[in-house]
């Protein structure tokens, strides 16, 4: 027996040895226009090898491969793959539907198709910023479901009658409710409520925590104008967060909100469309990055009366977003703050225009240089922020660059002269990779 474990022991460390020796998969692409995410213009003519998942030689000059999987780039325009900032990949039509009409397995096979449409339109990753994600998010992370890669906020963290209370007229304190039961959020009030339910989510996998900080629209009980968490309620979800080397991100429209959370130390601004421009001032002097939802407020604001799951309240309250949106965006772009790309899009009528939130900021004034950098560099500066609990190690994201990560689009078309390209993403994706592992490839 103990020569046999001694036999056994030296058989491993050989096929240890000869599995280290194995090279890695490879992928080659010749003669492509590069656009690495960052600059003004493409690098032409150039050859890009993929070694495992990451880039390993950007090369005008003839890059020799054996074996490796060979694409002719033919002058088409290879670009990172587009990352969205603010995505519910389990959100279908809402948060009532996991509440009254699918259970959770239902719900689940609905994002398996959600996370395949989304690499479809060339989104590679996604930063999730509330539902019941988190163990999603580990099988995508671990390769048993494909999809984007997922920065998690797990379940939404909202005060009682806050922006994520989806309960009924006939709640009683203390009630246990569907969010929590699901793993969609958690309506806690209070420093102990909240710290524990902060932890919850970074303990099972949470790159970063989102909380509810002010009136919403798309909510039954917190008027457009209210404030959420004090301020030291607020504190309590900071200090958890940057327990663990990350940060949070809030829902908030207002100065009164949006200032608030700054003074509690939260890092991102989702929306901020009805704020002043001596906010967005404060913003860019203490370096809080804005997440923009184009498409949901001038658009789909713009023309209420079409969401037909809109109360006549709700209604109300999208139009007053729309009205202060175009402004905000411009100030935004006047004082040049860190902007992000973030879709809030789902449902079957926004499910597949994920491209069209960042064309939609081409309205505003923005160039197309500027909201590609939006969906691409500039997200991954904040997808940086979570430090310690960010999944994704080993390599830059939202470039094109040697020992980045290998998400990227070839492309027909230009799209720093013209954003349309992005859009028909069927017809002008030929080869969509993620992670140095080809998902679509039509050449």
């Not at 780039?73 to 990172?80: A, D, I, Q, T, W």
Request: glycine share 10%; aromatic share 6%; hydrophobic share 40%.
């Amino acid at each position: 027996m103990k020569r046999l474990c001694t036999f056994c022991a030296v058989v491993l460390l050989a096929v240890s040895a000869f599995a280290q020796d194995e090279p890695l998969p490879q992928i080659l692409i010749t003669n492509a226009d590069v656009w690495d995410g960052t600059s003004d213009s493409l690098r032409s003519g150039m050859n890009v090898l993929i070694e495992g998942n990451l880039v390993t030689q950007i090369a005008a000059s003839r890059i020799l491969a054996t074996g490796a999987t060979v694409i002719d780039g033919s002058s088409r325009v290879l670009m990172p793959g587009l990352i969205d900032m603010h995505s519910h990949l389990c959100l279908q039509e809402g948060m009532m539907e996991g509440r009254d009409t699918y259970d959770q397995m239902a719900m689940g096979a609905m994002t398996a198709h959600f996370l395949a449409s989304y690499l479809d339109q060339g989104f590679t990753t996604a930063r999730d910023l509330g539902c019941n994600i988190l163990s999603i998010a580990k099988a995508v992370n671990q390769g048993r479901i494909p999809g984007p890669r997922i920065f998690p906020a797990g379940g939404f963290i909202s005060q009682t009658g806050g922006h994520a209370d989806v309960g009924v007229q006939t709640d009683e304190i203390g009630r246990t409710n569907y969010l929590q039961e699901h793993g969609f959020g958690y309506i806690v009030d209070g420093r102990d409520e909240i710290m524990k339910a902060v932890r919850h989510n970074l303990r099972m996998g949470a790159t970063h925590i989102k909380v509810m900080a002010g009136g919403g629209v798309a909510s039954e009980w917190d008027p457009l104008h209210m404030t959420q968490y004090t301020l030291d309620e607020m504190k309590a979800a900071v200090e958890v967060a940057e327990d663990y080397g990350t940060y949070v991100t809030v829902h908030a429209y207002h100065d009164r909100s949006v200032n608030r959370a700054i003074d509690a130390g939260v890092r991102v601004i989702e929306h901020n469309f009805l704020v002043s421009e001596e906010t967005i001032i404060r913003m860019k002097q203490e370096g809080i990055a804005l997440s923009l939802q184009a498409v949901m407020s001038i658009e789909a604001f713009g023309n209420p009366e079409a969401i037909t799951f809109f109360t006549a309240d709700q209604k109300r309250k999208a139009t007053q977003v729309n009205k202060g949106a175009r402004q905000m965006m411009e100030w935004a772009k006047k004082h040049d703050l860190l902007i992000v790309s973030g879709g809030d899009m789902f449902g079957a009528a926004y499910a597949n225009r994920q491209a069209d939130n960042i064309i939609m900021v081409g309205e505003v004034g923005f160039t197309p240089l500027e909201a590609l950098k939006q969906a691409t560099s500039n997200a991954a500066v904040v997808l940086g922020w979570s430090g310690g609990m960010n999944p994704y190690q080993e390599g830059s994201l939202g470039v094109i660059e040697e020992g980045a990560y290998a998400d990227m689009l070839l492309v027909d078309g230009n799209p720093l002269e013209d954003l349309e390209v992005i859009r028909d993403y069927e017809n002008n994706f030929k080869v969509i990779i993620k992670d140095g592992k080809i998902w679509k490839n039509e050449l």
